[in-house]
């Protein structure tokens, strides 16, 4: 379709992990297209591909078979820059404290140290985190982890936010909370989401879902506005 902003471009994407009879294919042939504005819930069981291909979309892992493109993301040595990650558990450097972590994307791409945590502040009230924003990572709850994970997505803005299996290690209650804040920095900043989960609550409440089986991606379980892109 025109005037659409094509994020990422999956074109006949495969990944294979290892050699000889170890080898595990965990993607497979899979063409699908994020587009600006997308909010896409990728569902599977374990071990279907899901985290793979986030990582793909995210030029954090490199394909074996086809191509991978962000046409219409600001790219830096062949990746892209302009996407935010909110991933399961690890998304903090622990040796930071909560606001140099939310202000170290920015700090990386040039904005001044007191600019940056000013932002890093702006976003830590946003998701209700500022009583914590001198903690270490350590002395945070899950919830209260990723939460930080998204203000910092939220101060740097990006035009793209993967996030995978972000409520993967919370209570119901919490991860409900976790995924609102999620839903709402996107909408704020104007970005595409992709989250992979297992979580049906989840799932649901993004526009469109899409099932990996095997390492394919299948046909999307509701249709959306971006069903008929894979
Ligand atoms: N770094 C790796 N080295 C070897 N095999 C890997 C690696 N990463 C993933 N795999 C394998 O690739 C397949 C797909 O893994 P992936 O993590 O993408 O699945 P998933 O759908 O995210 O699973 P889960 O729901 O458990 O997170 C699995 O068989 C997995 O064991
Ligand atoms: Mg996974």
Redesign the pocket.
């Given at each position: 379709m025109t005037g659409e902003r094509v994020l990422v471009d999956c074109d006949d994407v495969g990944r294979v992990?290892?050699s000889g009879s170890t080898t595990?294919v965990?993607?497979s042939g899979v063409s699908c297209q994020v587009l600006a504005g997308d909010r896409i819930a990728v569902v599977?069981?374990?071990?279907?591909?899901?985290?793979?291909?986030v990582?793909l979309m995210g030029g954090l892992e490199t394909p074996s078979a086809g191509r991978v493109s962000w046409p219409a993301l600001r790219m830096r040595r062949g990746r892209p820059d302009d996407v935010g990650v909110v991933f399961q558990g690890l998304s903090l450097l622990p040796a930071l404290d909560v606001t140099e972590n939310v202000a170290l994307p920015l700090v990386l791409s040039g904005v001044s140290q007191e600019e940056a945590t000013e932002r890093a502040m702006v976003a830590l009230a946003a998701v209700r985190l500022t009583a914590q924003a001198r903690a270490v990572p350590e002395e945070l709850s899950g919830g209260q982890s990723q939460r930080a994970a998204i203000a910092r997505v939220l101060a740097a803005a990006p035009a793209l936010v993967l996030a995978?299996?972000p409520t993967g290690q919370l209570d119901h209650e919490t991860a409900r909370t976790v995924l609102d804040a999620l839903l709402q920095t996107v909408d704020r900043i104007g970005a595409a989401l992709v989250v992979?989960t297992?979580d049906p609550m989840i799932a649901e409440r993004l526009q469109v879902q899409w099932e990996?089986r095997d390492?394919q991606l299948r046909a999307p379980a509701q249709t959306g506005a971006a069903g008929g892109r894979q």
């Open positions: 992990y290892g595990v965990a993607v599977g069981r374990s071990g279907s591909g899901k985290s793979t291909l990582h995978d299996e992979s297992h990996m390492g």
